[in-house]
């Protein structure tokens, strides 16, 4: 029973979606079908500008991006800000490229509405850790070549305080795909090396997977820092260590217009 006087809350529920790599064709069902009816959409800056297109034009875009140096809004006031647009009533889709779960902070921010008491529903979504590689030939398991698969943050590189130790991650996985590391590979490839990771072992860097701006660099670990800076590689890009990458030079099947 309520109290005279007191309110009944009506809270709004909170979609953390995934955008997918990219191309607006990898979109889920349902993450489609929540866009078309969105309301509210608080979104991310890898979120295709194709896929922005299919939120109606009456509805409040919100734009909370951030990039390696530059956060356009701290994850702390993105999450503040989804919890008072679903206590103000609204029905939010948090936006997120790739996967919610995957480096999207999607977990973090799943926590906050638990403890504020907001219903939230996760749709998965295409991550680019899995899609970037199969648009450049690149299968991440193979019978001949990998059995195993680690998914890495590149951010954590450079940071002594909260480090990945890379030569344990090389010697216990056949492939290692790391994200968010275009920024950080000279001092991914030192610690592999230093590791005792072989220096022949393939490497595959692909810039913008699954877009119409697709571009593939295939090379080694000795060399793949030297052929990125002079291809000027940018994010993002997904990065992939390991014998597979060498079979983008033989099944690439999808070619850049």
Known sequence: MKKN???NMITGKVFLVGAGPGDPQLLTVKAFELLKNAKVVVYDRLVSSDILKLIPEGAKKIYVGKRTGKHAVPQEKITELIVKLALEGEDVVRLKGGDPFIFGRGGEEAEALVEKGI????????TSAIAAPTYAGIPLTHRNYAASVAIVTGHRAENTENHIDWAKIASAVDTVVVLMGVE???AIVAKLIEGGLDQKVPVAIIEQGTTKHQRVTISKLESIVKEAQAKK?????VIVIGEVAKLGRKLL???ET
Do not use: N, R, T, Y
């Not at 219903?119 to 295409?126: A, C, L, Q």
């Open 184 to 186: 950080s590979l000279e």
């Open 253 to 255: 099947w999808f070619l």
């Open 233 to 237: 590689i940018q994010p993002p890009a």
């Open 119 to 126: 219903k939230f529903e996760v749709v998965p979504g295409v």
């Open 5 to 7: 006087g007191e309110k």
